[in-house]
């Protein structure tokens, strides 16, 4: 089996920064794409950046320039560095990765989700 576990949400106010941490366990043969999503009060889940494992980004328009994605690839861990937060950050931020336990079958695994919330 494969989990993914993050860490590093909390309160802060805007303005202020986070670093948000994912680590995936298990049985891993490889992994793919990793991305980081967030849900709001009242919101649809939203892809708020991935990254491949060549380290080819993507960010959502909302996030660009204030957040950095990155991972490494031989620990199997996913970050987010969040910066500049706004009261609208707020959200359950979810990990999302596409596993392989054996190879060339991939499957997609999420994360239990870490709270941010931002305060003005």
């Known amino acids: 089996q494969v989990q993914l576990v993050e860490s590093g949400g909390g309160s802060v106010q805007a303005g202020g920064s986070l670093r948000l941490s994912c680590a995936a366990s298990?049985?891993?043969?490889?992994?793919?794409?990793m991305g980081w999503y967030r849900q709001g009060p009242r919101k649809q889940r939203e892809l708020v950046a991935i990254?491949?494992?060549?380290?080819?980004?993507n960010y959502a328009d909302s996030v660009k320039g204030r957040f950095t994605i990155s991972r490494d690839n031989a620990k199997n861990t996913l970050d987010l560095q969040v910066n500049s937060l706004k009261p609208e950050d707020s959200a359950v931020y979810y990990c999302?990765?596409?596993?392989?336990?054996?190879?060339?079958?991939?499957?997609?695994?999420w994360g239990q989700g870490t709270q941010v919330t931002v305060s003005s």
């Open positions: 298990g049985s891993i043969f490889s992994v793919g794409a």
């Open positions: 999302k990765a596409v596993i392989s336990s054996v190879p060339g079958l991939f499957r997609e695994y």
């Open positions: 990254i491949l494992s060549s380290g080819t980004t």
